[in-house]
């Protein structure tokens, strides 16, 4: 079930030009993330009330009567440890096993969760929690608790139609989307977002580059001369040096670089998935995976991503793919010229929907039979090879005795390409001590 910040959650709220705490001045219309992307989902800014001294008063006994109920269950928690680390050692002295051995069994659990789909009773939840909390002010709204008794209670939340079911779990749906995805409402909001994440990415990469001895880098830029967060760059042990040793520029000066040609660009989101930018996207993401499955195949030249003759590739060397879209073709991205349909293959790449695969040995010769059998049968597998543009007719030898021949100039110009050396070095030893003559 969700928790108590889940089911009291406001509704979602799209962005717009309307006036919310911490917003720049109207007259600056594109000072904010939201305001550069109007419709799009906004995750909604906490609201904070002042409260009067009667509410502090009542609050500071609150959390006195909670401290001291925490202390009371701590000591019995610690009373409850000792004797159980009593029973632990009598049993393991009983079995012949170590301590830690009973310790384990006890208090063993698996740290993998599985993602919670949403379900009918966490949208009826929600439901409730918009019903009772909403008036409320913070430190009175109900609690899970209470919510879900109250659903169980609540004769009108019990006999809904199908169709309502479905409305409140896809109204769920779009609350969750907004908290993982939402745009952030103030540029305060988007400046603590961004510290408080690269924090936590950059964090995992140190410990992954211990673990592993991966290198790795990452430079973050702002998108608009009115944010907030500045630009920095992350890396792991010495992996800057490869940008001053190899490409001759300092770190500071490619972020200075990215900061200025990304303020220049000032584009939204519907700006970043125009259909030529999909496209640039969708095909390098397809050449990256096609890269990294055939550098196996020792060949002297890289193997070419041709869709037209795809057939070719997957009968000579065994590669396939996995969760092409229904509904599109298999081509290229640049001759796709729906938005829709390229940003359904652009995502499809971005999570591993669509991926290249090598076929097994028994799957590659079963193909091999069925391509040689629609040939046999006088079918055009592929795309024939373009042909010449002087086909059909003569062309010169290299040893044709009508061809035209160098010039003088020419010739003798390839004769003078070794230099001229002296018939006789006169050696430092020679000038000084008078010997031999080489």
Same mark, same amino acid.
């Given at each position: ?18 006036? #919310?705490?911490? /917003?720049?001045?109207?007259? $600056? ?20 009330? @002042?409260?009067?001294?009667? &509410? ?8 006195? &009567? ?38 384990? $069994? ?24 918009? &019903?009772?909390?909403?008036? %409320?002010? *913070?430190? &009175?709204?109900?609690? %899970? @608790?209470? $919510?879900?008794?109250? #659903? ?16 409140? %779990? ?23 977002? #961004?510290?408080?994440? $690269? ?17 790795? *880098?990452m430079f973050v830029t702002r998108g608009h001369v009115y944010d907030m967060h500045a630009t920095t760059w992350l890396g792991t042990d ?23 040609? =990304? *303020?220049?660009?000032? @584009?939204?989101?519907?700006?970043? /998935? ?22 196996? %195949? ?9 869709? =037209?003759?795809f057939e070719q590739i997957k009968y000579k060397f065994g590669i396939s793919y996995e969760g092409w879209p229904d509904g599109i073709p298999?081509s290229s991205p640049y001759k796709i010229q729906t938005v829709d349909e390229i940003c359904h293959l652009r995502d499809a790449i971005r ?5 290249? #695969? ?13 391509? /040689? ?15 010449? !543009? ?12 009508? =061809?035209?021949?160098? !010039? ?24 000084? /001590? ?5």
């Amino acid at each position: 079930m969700e928790g108590t910040r889940d089911a009291a959650a406001p509704d979602v709220c799209r962005s717009g030009l309307s006036a #919310v705490a911490g /917003d720049p001045p109207p007259a $600056l219309n594109d000072a904010s993330w939201k305001s550069r992307n109007p419709g799009k989902l906004v995750i909604p800014p906490r609201s904070s009330e @002042k409260l009067d001294a009667v &509410q502090r008063a009542a609050r500071k006994v609150a959390a006195e &009567q909670r401290r001291a109920k925490q202390q009371a269950i701590s000591d019995a928690v610690a009373e409850l440890l000792e004797e159980q680390e009593t029973r632990i050692n009598e049993i393991a002295k009983a079995h012949s096993v170590l301590p830690e051995k009973v310790r384990l $069994l006890i208090t063993g659990e698996t740290h993998y969760r599985k993602r919670r789909e949403e379900s009918l009773a966490n949208a009826l939840v929600r439901i409730k929690a918009r &019903q009772v909390n909403s008036d %409320l002010p *913070c430190g &009175q709204k109900f609690q %899970l @608790k209470e $919510l879900q008794e109250m #659903v169980a209670n609540d004769p009108d939340l019990q006999n809904l139609d199908e169709e309502t079911k479905q409305r409140y %779990l896809g109204e769920l749906k779009e609350s969750r989307s907004c908290k993982a995805i939402g745009i952030r409402s103030t540029n305060t909001a988007a400046s603590r977002d #961004v510290q408080a994440t $690269l924090k936590k990415i950059y964090g995992e990469l140190q410990a992954l580059a211990y673990c592993t001895g991966i290198y790795a *880098c990452m430079f973050v830029t702002r998108g608009h001369v009115y944010d907030m967060h500045a630009t920095t760059w992350l890396g792991t042990d010495n992996i800057m040096d490869f940008w001053e040793d190899r490409m001759k520029f300092s770190p500071d000066y490619i972020i200075k670089q990215l900061e200025l040609w =990304a *303020c220049n660009e000032e @584009k939204n989101i519907e700006a970043r /998935d125009s259909l030529e930018n999909m496209q640039k996207q969708a095909k390098n993401g397809l050449d990256s995976g096609f890269s990294s499955i055939t550098k196996h %195949l020792r060949q002297e030249k890289a193997i070419r991503l041709r869709f =037209a003759n795809f057939e070719q590739i997957k009968y000579k060397f065994g590669i396939s793919y996995e969760g092409w879209p229904d509904g599109i073709p298999f081509s290229s991205p640049y001759k796709i010229q729906t938005v829709d349909e390229i940003c359904h293959l652009r995502d499809a790449i971005r999570d591993d929907s669509f991926r290249w #695969v090598k076929m097994t040995a028994t799957q590659h010769h079963e193909y091999r039979k069925q391509v /040689d059998a629609r040939r046999e049968a006088g079918e055009t597998v592929s795309v024939p090879r373009q042909g010449r !543009s002087d086909k059909g007719k003569k062309r010169k030898a290299l040893n044709d005795e009508n =061809a035209p021949q160098a !010039s003088k100039k020419t010739c003798r110009s390839r004769a003078q390409t070794t230099p001229k050396s002296r018939e006789i070095i006169t050696t430092s030893d020679e000038e000084s /001590d008078g010997g031999e003559r080489v």
